[in-house]
T-cell receptor, first 114, second 113 residues
Framework: DTGVSQNPRHKITKRGQNVTFRCDPI?????LYWYRQTLGQGPEFLTY????????KSRLLSDRFSAERPKGSFSTLEIQRTEQGDSAMYLC????????????FGNGTRLTVT | SQQGEEDPQALSIQEGENATMNCSYK?????LQWYRQNSGRGLVHLIL?????REKHSGRLRVTLDTSKKSSSLLITASRAADTASYFC?????????????FGTGTRLQVTL
């Protein structure tokens, strides 16, 4: 169990640029989640996958956001035409998907849009 | 919207004291989970209590659940400086499924020497 890995750890970008984050979940976990967290708040759900299928997307996920998990392993989250309001910590988590199984989080990617 | 609301928002205690934080939620649940987050890091799962359980212990942690009041509490006994972190409760928005986990706003705990 090597844990959930997220890259990059930090990303600074200019408004209007596109950014992509990567998440490598724990290998035997078939559920993968993306959350966004702003300072002083709890994580807010964005989307989750069961294997390669994207099962739910939050209304927070505007059409500028897209997430993929092409082979049911790693996942990418892309933000197009970034805005200053996108500045946040983006957290990835994985789980086995069983009802009482906990989420295992990565250390997040902190995005700063200037 | 947040499913859970933690109380207090911030708590400052001295090392060796006990810390109690509370969580209220809105809908019926199958389980309630507590997570810890150190500054700038991801969340770490601490403990899960099922809806048919009233109390659970893990080391220095004690969690209670009152489904009639839709509330839970987390007690950390004999706190240490290393317990300084934010603590979140979380529930599944759709009971009976392992869908998205919804987090509260958190309690920021500061333990001083």
């Amino acid at each position: 169990d090597t844990g959930v890995s997220q890259n990059p750890r930090h990303k600074i970008t200019k408004r209007g640029q596109n950014v992509t984050f990567r998440c490598d979940p724990i290998s035997e976990h078939n559920r993968l989640y993306w959350y966004r967290q702003t300072l002083g708040q709890g994580p807010e759900f964005l989307t989750y996958f069961q294997n390669e299928a994207q099962l739910e997307k939050s209304r927070l996920l505007s059409d500028r956001f897209s997430a993929e998990r092409p082979k049911g392993s790693f996942s990418t989250l892309e933000i197009q035409r970034t805005e200053q309001g996108d500045s946040a910590m983006y957290l990835c988590a994985s789980s086995t998907g069983y009802l009482n199984s906990p989420l295992h989080f990565g250390n997040g990617t902190r995005l700063t849009v200037t | 919207s947040q499913q859970g609301e933690e109380d207090p928002q911030a708590l400052s205690i001295q090392e060796g004291e006990n810390a109690t934080m509370n969580c209220s939620y809105k809908t019926s649940i199958n389980n309630l989970q507590w997570y810890r987050q150190n500054s700038g890091r991801g969340l770490v799962h601490l403990i899960l209590i099922r809806s048919n359980e009233r109390e659970k212990h893990s080391g220095r942690l004690r969690v209670t659940l009152d489904t009639s009041k839709k509330s839970s509490s987390l007690l950390i006994t004999a706190s240490r400086a290393a317990d300084t972190a934010s603590y979140f409760c979380a529930t599944h928005r759709d009971p009976g499924t392992a869908s998205k986990l919804t987090f509260g706003t958190g309690t920021r705990l500061q333990v001083t020497l």
